[in-house]
């Protein structure tokens, strides 16, 4: 038995990286999923890079579905309120319920901020906060209706927790997620739905590992690369690590919205090798 055995899990951004890590490790105990990813290119990203494809959101349900677990897959892009209805209802309609949604579709863009174009500025914002909001938006009817509780949970981001430079656009988005969260807590206790947001450091995902990335961190570098980005990005945490693991992101959201943290609500959890506290 499972501890979310009966449960069935909303999750966007699934099909690669830290959603798809979350989603098998939900599955892994017992959850089914309703997956939704855009899985196409979007010309603000695809400077910096490739976004998921159809066939990435194929192997998450291969995955899940090689557990045994059922998996409702629909591509839809977070901005787009009616198509996220749609591919919510698609999976409400075939698994009948929802008792976990996690907001985690996300991008990251760099420019300085004399220098970000209008339309970078429009789909970070767009993506990473309006998106989240709609995420939340299409499953809170169908959570208060159900009358038993439930977990919303927001990816933010260290910059939800302070400032960084060269990414005027994503910090402000991410600091965006801690307010929305915050005003989703009050509104949805009464419903005994929890809502919290958690803050990871850089993530082993190809969020940050490509040259752009890497690059802000070997200034001046013709040749920026995994490698060396390895060793400059430690200084950005505590522990000597340069980055996290998706699955150490997925046991902190296993908890978070497991029964063993019932009673947490409101609150920004960090799982960022010290990152937020280096002076």
């Not at 099909?15 to 017992?30: D, I, K, T």
């Not at 789909?123 to 509780?149: C, H, R, S, W």
């Not at 260290?158 to 915050?182: D, E, F, I, R, W």
Request: contains cysteine; negative net charge; charged residues 20%.
């Amino acid at each position: 038995m499972g501890q979310f055995d009966g449960k069935v899990a909303f999750i966007t951004g699934a099909a690669r990286g830290q959603g798809r890590s979350h989603a098998v490790r939900l599955a892994e105990e017992g959850a089914d999923i309703i997956a939704v990813d855009i899985c196409k290119p979007i010309d603000s990203v695809t400077p910096f890079y490739s976004l998921a494809e159809p066939s990435d959101l194929d192997e998450t349900v291969s995955l899940i579905e090689g557990m045994g677990r059922r998996i409702v897959a629909r591509q839809a892009d977070v901005r787009d309120l009616a198509g996220l209805q749609a591919a919510f209802a698609a999976g409400i309609a075939e698994l009948g319920r929802v008792d976990i949604v996690l907001a985690n579709a996300g991008i990251f863009i760099s420019h300085d901020a004399a220098n970000v174009p209008e339309e970078s500025w429009r789909d970070v914002i767009d993506i990473n906060l309006t998106g989240v909001f709609f995420t939340a938006q299409v499953a809170i009817p169908q959570l208060v209706e159900q009358g038993d509780g439930g977990v919303i949970l927001l990816t933010s981001s260290t910059a939800g927790m302070q400032g960084y430079a060269n990414a005027p656009h994503y910090t402000a988005s991410k600091h965006g997620v801690v307010g929305l969260m915050k005003s989703l807590a009050q509104e949805l206790g009464k419903h005994g739905i929890r809502v919290n947001s958690i803050h990871p450091t850089g993530v082993d995902t190809p969020m940050i590992q490509n040259e752009r990335t890497w690059g802000l961190f070997s200034p001046g570098d013709p040749n920026p690369n995994r490698e060396k980005a390895a060793e400059t990005m430690k200084v950005s945490n505590l522990l000597p690590v340069p980055w996290i693991d998706p699955r150490e992101v997925s046991n902190l959201v296993a908890w978070l919205v497991s029964d063993q943290a019932r009673n947490v609500t409101a609150s920004q959890y960090s799982i960022d090798a010290g990152a937020v506290n280096k002076s």
